[in-house]
C-alpha cells in the first residue's frame, strides 16, 4: 500500500538531490556479499544491498540439448518471491514481477557470453549440462533486479561441476569436483536500474521509494574489450522517458560499471584468500 | 563477411511493406490488424467496460489489461497454446507501453481489455501487436491523449537497421545481432517501449534511438490513414 505522504516525501528527498536515507542519487547502499551460504547447489551466495537480501543457488543437470543449438549447454533463471521476505508476497504461481525480473537477468547473462555454451556439451546432439539460476528472495527492501543479477553473476562464478558418470550417464550429486563452469570472466555483465520519479533518476531504491516510482529501465553491461557494449536493457513502469534522459542513463551505467567490476574483483580475491586460510 | 546488404534488400532505415487495417473483429469495440512484412498482429478491445470482480477495481482510475498471445501455427516450430513466461513478460511491457497515453484517471472502476494475438510471426511481433493495439483503442474511442507507434531497430554485425526480421535476428557473424525494440509517443516523441537485446556500444544507442524514432514516424503515417479510412 502507498500511502501518497511517502510519495510526497520521497520526491521531496530526490529533488533536493538527497534521498531519505542521505544518499546521493546515484549512490548505493552497503553491498555485502557472502559465498557459499548453501552447501548442496554447486556454486551460492548471498547479496544484501542494504536491508535487500537475496540468496542464488546454482544447480546442475543433464540433458537432451535443444534441437537448434545440438552442441551448446543450456540455462535457465527464475526467481521466487518468497512470502518469508515480504508482507506482500503471497504462495502461488510465480507473479509477473518475479517472471520479469528473472528474464531480465537472464537476457543480460545469456547475451554477453558470460558462459560459453559450447563448452557444456558432453556428447553433440545427445547430453548437455544445463545450468539452473535459482534465486530467492530473503528480504525484499527494493531493487530485486540489481541485487538479483549480481548474486547471479557471483554465484556462476563460484560453481563447480559435480561428479558425472560417463557410463551411467547420470550426475553424482553431492560430490563436486574442483573445475569451474566455462565462464569468460571479461565479459561478465553487470546490471544497473535507474528508477524514475518526477523529473529525476535514481538508482538502488528501498521498497519505501522503488512502490512511488513511476517507471525504470534496467541497463546490463559489459566490457569485452575497451569499450563498454550494452546487452539488454528492459523499460519497466508507466512513466515515459526522453531519448535525452536514456543517453544519459547509459553514460551513467557504463561508470556504474566500473564501480561494480571493481566490487566483484575484490569480493573474489577475498573469497579465495579465505578458502585458502581453511 | 561484412552485412553490407540486407537479406530482402531494404535500405538500412527501409520499413518492411506495412498495412493496417481497422475493424477486423466486428464483437469488439475496436479492433485492428497491423501487418509489417510478414509479421501480422491483430488487436481487439473490450471496454472501458465495469471491472468484475469489484474488489479488483481501482476508485481513482481505470485499469488497462493486455494479453499478448502468439498462435501455435504462427512459427516454424510450434508452440505450446497458453501462457508462457516469454508472453506473460510482452503483455506486461505491452501495458507500459499503451497506459501513458490512454486517460485512465478519467475512467475509474472501469477495465480496458485488450487482447494482441499473432497470427504469423517473423520478427518485431511485440512491436506489431502494440501498433495495432493503439489502432484499436483509438477505434474503440477510449480518450487518449496522442498515439503510439512502435518498431524493432537492431544493430545487425556493425550496422544500425530499422525492422529487424527473423533472418537478421539469427545473424551471428562479424557483431552479431542485437534487438532494440522501441515506442515512441506521436506528439511529446518521448519513449513508452525500450527493451534490449545483444551486444552494441554504449556509445552508439543514440544513433539507434534516433533511427526507432525516424521509422515510428512512418508507422504513425500508416495507423492514421487506415484510421481515417473508417467511415
Redesign the interface.
Known amino acids: 500500500m502507498v500511502y501518497k505522504i511517502t510519495r510526497k516525501n520521497v520526491l521531496e528527498a530526490v529533488n533536493k538531490e538527497k534521498r531519505l536515507d542521505g544518499r546521493g542519487l546515484l549512490e548505493h547502499r552497503p553491498i555485502e556479499v557472502n559465498f557459499g551460504v548453501s552447501n548442496k547447489a554447486e556454486g551460492s551466495v548471498s547479496v544484501k544491498f542494504g536491508k535487500t537480501e537475496v540468496v542464488c543457488g546454482i544447480k546442475m543437470g543433464v540433458q537432451e540439448p535443444y534441437?537448434d543449438h545440438e552442441n551448446e549447454g543450456t540455462m535457465t533463471t527464475s526467481m521466487e518471491l518468497l512470502p518469508l521476505s515480504s508482507p506482500d508476497f503471497e504462495y502461488g504461481a510465480p507473479s509477473?514481477g518475479a517472471?520479469?525480473t528473472?528474464?531480465i537477468i537472464d537476457?543480460g547473462i545469456?547475451?554477453?557470453?558470460f558462459i560459453e555454451f559450447e563448452k557444456l556439451c558432453i556428447k553433440d546432439g545427445e547430453k548437455v549440462w544445463s545450468i539452473f539460476i535459482d534465486l530467492a528472495i530473503i528480504n525484499d527492501d527494493g531493487n530485486l533486479i540489481d541485487a538479483g543479477a549480481l548474486a547471479a553473476i557471483l554465484a556462476l562464478m563460484s560453481a563447480r561441476f559435480p561428479e558425472y558418470d560417463e557410463k551411467k550417464e547420470k550426475i553424482k550429486f553431492g560430490e563436486f569436483t574442483d573445475k569451474k563452469l566455462p565462464l569468460n570472466a571479461d565479459k561478465m555483465p553487470l546490471t544497473t536500474t535507474f528508477f524514475k520519479l518526477g523529473e529525476k533518476i535514481f538508482i538502488d531504491p528501498t521498497r519505501e521509494e522503488e512502490e512511488v516510482t513511476e517507471?525504470r529501465?534496467t541497463i546490463e553491461?559489459?566490457k569485452?574489450e575497451k569499450?563498454?557494449?550494452?546487452?539488454?536493457?528492459?523499460?519497466?513502469?508507466?512513466?515515459?522517458?526522453?531519448?535525452e534522459e536514456?543517453?544519459k542513463m547509459?553514460?551513467e551505467?557504463?561508470k556504474i560499471f566500473k564501480k561494480l567490476n571493481s566490487l566483484v574483483n575484490e569480493e573474489l580475491k577475498k573469497a579465495k584468500k579465505e578458502a585458502k586460510e581453511k | 563477411m561484412a552485412y553490407t546488404k540486407r537479406f530482402d534488400g531494404r535500405k538500412i532505415d527501409e520499413l518492411r511493406e506495412t498495412s493496417a487495417k481497422i475493424g477486423v473483429v466486428p464483437n469488439a469495440d475496436g479492433s485492428a490488424l497491423f501487418k509489417q512484412g510478414d509479421t501480422i498482429a491483430i488487436a481487439a478491445v473490450y471496454g472501458p467496460k465495469i471491472l468484475n470482480p469489484k474488489h479488483c477495481q481501482n476508485p481513482e482510475k481505470g485499469v488497462l489489461r493486455v494479453h499478448y498471445n502468439m498462435l501455435s501455427f504462427s512459427v516454424s516450430e510450434r508452440i505450446r497454446p497458453g501462457l508462457s513466461r516469454r508472453s506473460q513478460e510482452i503483455s506486461k511491457v505491452t501495458e507500459w507501453a499503451l497506459s501513458p497515453l490512454v486517460l485512465l484517471d478519467e475512467l475509474p472502476g472501469t477495465v480496458i481489455d485488450v487482447h494482441i494475438n499473432i497470427l504469423q510471426a517473423n520478427a518485431g511481433t511485440r512491436c506489431a501487436g502494440i501498433n495495432a493495439a493503439a489502432m484499436a483503442l483509438a477505434a474503440a474511442g477510449v480518450p487518449m491523449t496522442e498515439m503510439i507507434s512502435a518498431v524493432a531497430v537492431g544493430k545487425i554485425d556493425d550496422k544500425i537497421v530499422t525492422d529487424v526480421t527473423k533472418e537478421e535476428e539469427d545473424y551471428e557473424d562479424g557483431e552479431g545481432a542485437t534487438d532494440i525494440p522501441v515506442a515512441f509517443l506521436s506528439n511529446s516523441g518521448k519513449l513508452t517501449l525500450l527493451q534490449l537485446d545483444g551486444r552494441i556500444q554504449a556509445k552508439r544507442m543514440k544513433e539507434a534511438l534516433e533511427a526507432g524514432k525516424e521509422a515510428c514516424k512512418k508507422i504513425f503515417e500508416i495507423q492514421k490513414k487506415a484510421l481515417k479510412e473508417v467511415e
Open positions: 534441437t509477473i517472471v520479469e528473472a528474464r537476457r545469456r547475451e554477453s557470453g517507471g529501465l553491461v559489459s569485452p569499450e563498454e557494449m550494452i546487452n539488454a536493457m528492459q523499460k519497466g513502469g508507466e512513466a515515459v522517458f526522453s531519448t536514456v543517453e547509459v553514460d551505467s557504463t
